[in-house]
């Protein structure tokens, strides 16, 4: 009996000792994000009346989902004017959120519906509807906030902390990850882009931008946008720091708000 007691405590002692190891290794893993400000390179003109909440830059032209009941529209626009080049209104009971491209579609998310689109991207044509039957945690309903893609998985968030990989062609959910920073989970995830292999997340309702990790969820580096909108240019009422937008051709990343004058381009700039 002492000869079992022995090496049951042995056990039990090395099984301890395995936990703690893991549970330092883990806090390890978590280490605090890099911190980024911003230099503005250009900025240009946008719709003011433009609640945007999904944004995307191809060949040159910038696709823009915008919100609001009775208000929510797709548009092509030019990225140097400012001047809508192709304009599609919702049906007067959606709330349009988070637009992304995949090939020669455009897929666009409703707040809470739980309907999204796919058009054609050249003509707007809606090819099809699907749904999205992802519940937040304690609310009981499915909601779309944002949308982009790897190229080989779409990305959705429902404005948690949770990001959700869905079949580009079924728009089935495959998976999740939760998102979580040095502080604990992340939550307000809502405009999207994905950009050189992680993904860029505005965090509603702040002036910041979350940079993830895909395959774990980590933040790994959070982008300082405080006083990008001057008051100078905000003459009118502007909503919160919303559409991010990355030209991969020519390395560019843009950003814009809800009801703001002007789209940005701009350089992250580390924090020292």
Not at 180 to 200: M, T
Request: charged share 20%; hydrophobic share 40%.
């Amino acid at each position: 009996m002492n000869q079992l007691l022995k090496i049951l405590f042995t056990n039990l002692v090395a099984f301890s000792a395995a936990i703690f190891i893991f549970g330092c290794s883990e806090s390890k893993s978590s280490k605090t994000p890099v911190a980024y400000t911003y230099q503005v390179v250009n900025a240009y003109p946008h719709e003011p009346n433009a609640f945007t909440q999904g944004l995307v830059f191809e060949n040159g032209l910038l696709y823009e989902g915008t919100g609001l009941n009775v208000r929510s529209t797709l548009r092509k626009v030019q990225l140097e004017t400012g001047n809508i080049l192709k304009l599609h209104k919702l049906p007067a009971e959606f709330f349009g959120e988070g637009i992304t491209i995949y090939r020669d579609k455009i897929i666009q998310l409703t707040l809470r519906s739980n309907v999204g689109f796919v058009y054609d991207k050249d003509s707007f044509e809606l090819l099809r509807t699907f749904n999205y039957p992802i519940l937040r945690p304690g609310s009981g309903r499915a909601e779309g906030w944002g949308i982009t893609h790897n190229g080989k998985q779409m990305i959705m968030s429902d404005g948690t902390s949770t990001l959700y990989f869905l079949d580009p062609e079924t728009l089935k959910q495959t998976g999740y990850i939760k998102v979580r920073d040095n502080n604990g989970p992340v939550s307000g995830l809502n405009e999207l882009e994905y950009v050189k292999g992680q993904i860029f997340a505005n965090v509603w309702p702040t002036e910041r931008i979350a940079i993830i990790a895909p395959q774990t969820g980590q933040v790994i580096g959070w982008i300082h946008m405080e006083g990008l909108l001057s008051r100078k240019n905000s003459v009118q009422f502007v909503d919160v720091l919303n559409g991010i937008a990355y030209d991969a051709v020519n390395d560019r990343l843009f950003v814009t708000g809800k009801f703001w004058p002007k789209l940005f381009e701009i350089k992250l700039v580390p924090l020292k």
